[in-house]
């Protein structure tokens, strides 16, 4: 992708900060005790393409809901609240924020060409409930985390393979499909992938594959609707 890795290392260290003065505040959330929320229960993870919507009334009935940054727009318009968000922020600010309010958890992404977003989303950022911060540079930090994968989609997979569900179940995390609406607070309506989004998917359906199979050799039955 031409992304520069200095400039992700570099965003790590803003990570980390930002994690460490959280967790001097008390509110900082790890992966122990996101993990106590995701192990052994049916988890649904819900993504950015456009058949998302068709299954709102199935994934009411998931344990935990894990949604996938613009996704939590959608589900709050009906009225369901996200266990956890995974995002980078490059969602609808004001859905993050109220998801935030109601009781979800944050996993914000910190990379290079974002971490000042993340530091003007901090300083709006008044939930009770806990935070944490990941990055893309693998050993870095203490307090602050790497989980697996490349976009938004496939690090909520990741996060939530590596915390050992009963199930998992992906609702609009095909690929192929067009980007829903939801995705960026620019697009008005469901969108055929512009060039660099296609780029994106391919990666991101890489690892998809990769970690339903290492999910099925753990045991953990993860399936795409």
């Known amino acids: 992708m031409g992304y520069d890795r200095i400039g992700d290392c ?3 260290s803003v990570a980390e900060q930002l994690a460490y ?5 008390d509110h900082l959330v790890d992966i122990t005790t996101l ?10 993870i819900a993504g950015g393409s456009s058949s998302l919507e068709k299954h709102i009334d199935y994934i009411d009935k998931c344990d935990v809901l894990v949604a996938v940054d613009g996704a939590t727009r959608v589900l709050l318009n009906n009225g369901i609240i996200p266990s956890i968000v995974v995002t980078d922020l490059d969602g609808e600010w004001g859905s993050l924020l109220k998801a935030a ?4 958890y944050l996993v914000v992404h910190v990379h290079g060409d974002n971490y000042r977003n993340v530091l003007s989303f901090i300083t709006n950022y008044n939930s009770p409930y ?3 911060f990941t990055h893309q540079c693998p050993g870095w930090g203490q ?3 790497f989980v697996p994968g490349f976009t938004d989609g496939e690090r909520a997979l990741g996060l939530t393979i590596l915390c050992k569900p009963g199930r998992v179940v992906l ?5 192929w499909e067009k980007v829903g609406y939801w995705s960026k607070p620019w697009l008005k309506k469901n969108t055929p992938p512009w060039p660099s989004k296609s780029r994106k998917l391919k990666v991101a359906e890489f690892f998809i594959r990769l970690f339903m199979i290492h ?10 609707r």
Request: glycine content about 14%; overall charge positive.
């Open 35 to 44: 993990c106590r929320i995701i192990s052994s229960n049916y988890v649904c």
């Open 10 to 12: 570099f965003a790590a």
């Open 215 to 224: 999910g099925l050799l753990r045991g953990i039955n993860a399936v795409r």
């Open 130 to 132: 806990g935070f944490m």
């Open 171 to 175: 609702y609009g995390m095909r690929t």
């Open 143 to 145: 307090y602050s985390g």
């Open 21 to 25: 003065e959280a967790w001097l505040r």
């Open 101 to 104: 309010d109601n009781g979800s």
